[in-house]
């Protein structure tokens, strides 16, 4: 986590010296620090009874320290500092416990009660302020397409589940997108051979244990590659349930968050699908949930490290890029994924 942070403060730091026009840095930094400035810690720890010390070994200046929630037993003292100044909060026994939202920090030590200490602006409000109205859509892209249920049920009456007699489909999967025949089998994606959606994967959306919808993805040259059917891709799609408050990747593509699914068996960490870059009032809602219980990392593509910056910014994550050298992910080598996340 350390190398994430390094990684977002240099990027972060090379946009302002470059003044890049389409990273609107400064609204949303502004908003971050203000919410974290405005909140009178002392006062919260009084009213709800939490010891913290002024003074001490551990305390630096214009900070107050606390046990920290993390931590929980194993911290003999008060190892978490909490800045007055709105700088963040931090552990000095675990470099992972940091960060510098307020909202985290709260929710960690408060549960539900942290919500009378936080101001009411809603992360469509700061997206929409801070200059990212455009990513907040439900506006398909040119790679792919809503169809309405008649249509989607006519084509989906084709599909059967994927097994290791769909030659073509597998050789797409495994020599195309990498992964293993076991993975996808085991996944429950469905495939259609014939029919107005064939020669497509149905790749499942499962959100809190649902199954909320599907989307068709060509393994040729069709156009639009993808076609949503009548869940709509407005959810995040979770590839695994995070633990407790572990980190949550989340990756563009739902290939590519199979690729780190299988390359971490036995991790703690979520694995979520945003499908693309663009943020509906559903995900922006579930994404501040998430932010409120679990350190969001955002995994995307090479090309959308500015964005990934942006949403970092706004739901207080990291935003980390693929290996050297790498699109996404999806394109890595085993050994290369399983690397990029001992860096995490």
């Not at 001490?56 to 909490?82: E, F, K, Q, T, Y």
Request: hydrophobic fraction near 35%; charge should be negative; include cysteine.
């Amino acid at each position: 986590m350390v190398d994430a942070l390094t990684s977002y403060e240099s990027f972060s730091q090379s946009c302002v010296e470059t003044r890049l026009d389409f990273f609107p840095m400064g609204n949303i930094m502004s908003s971050v620090a203000t919410a974290a400035h405005d909140l009178d810690w002392e006062s919260v720890l009084q009213t709800e009874g939490i010891e913290y010390v002024e003074r001490g070994p551990n305390v630096a200046r214009n900070h107050i320290n606390i046990h920290c929630p993390w931590c929980g037993i194993s911290d003999p003292s008060h190892h978490l500092g909490i800045s007055l100044d709105g700088k963040g909060w931090g552990c000095w026994r675990d470099r992972t416990h940091r960060g510098r939202s307020p909202k985290r920090l709260l929710y960690k030590l408060l549960g539900s009660r942290a919500e009378r200490y936080l101001p009411r602006e809603e992360p469509e409000a700061l997206l929409q302020s801070s200059g990212l109205g455009s990513r907040f859509t439900l506006t398909p892209t040119e790679s792919e397409d809503f169809i309405d249920s008649a249509q989607w049920d006519r084509g989906f009456k084709f599909t059967h589940r994927l097994t290791r007699s769909d030659d073509t489909f597998l050789q797409y999967l495994v020599e195309t997108r990498l992964l293993s025949a076991d993975t996808v089998i085991r996944k429950g994606l469905r495939v259609a051979q014939y029919g107005p959606m064939s020669w497509r994967v149905f790749c499942p959306i499962h959100w809190e244990h649902k199954l909320v919808g599907w989307t068709a993805r060509s393994i040729g040259n069709a156009s639009p590659r993808y076609l949503v059917g009548p869940g709509r891709i407005d959810t995040l799609n979770v590839i695994r349930e995070p633990f407790l408050d572990s980190p949550v990747i989340l990756l563009e593509g739902y290939f590519d968050a199979l690729r780190l699914w299988e390359c971490s068996i036995g991790k703690e960490f979520g694995i979520i699908v945003t499908h693309g870059t663009a943020l509906s009032q559903i995900k922006t809602s579930q994404l501040k949930k998430l932010s409120q219980t679990h350190p969001l990392i955002f995994a995307l593509d090479d090309d959308a490290q500015h964005i990934a910056m942006e949403y970092s910014l706004a739901f207080d994550g990291w935003a980390v890029p693929p290996p050297r050298g790498r699109k996404d992910l999806g394109e890595a080598t085993t050994g290369e994924i399983r690397s990029w996340i001992q860096q995490l």
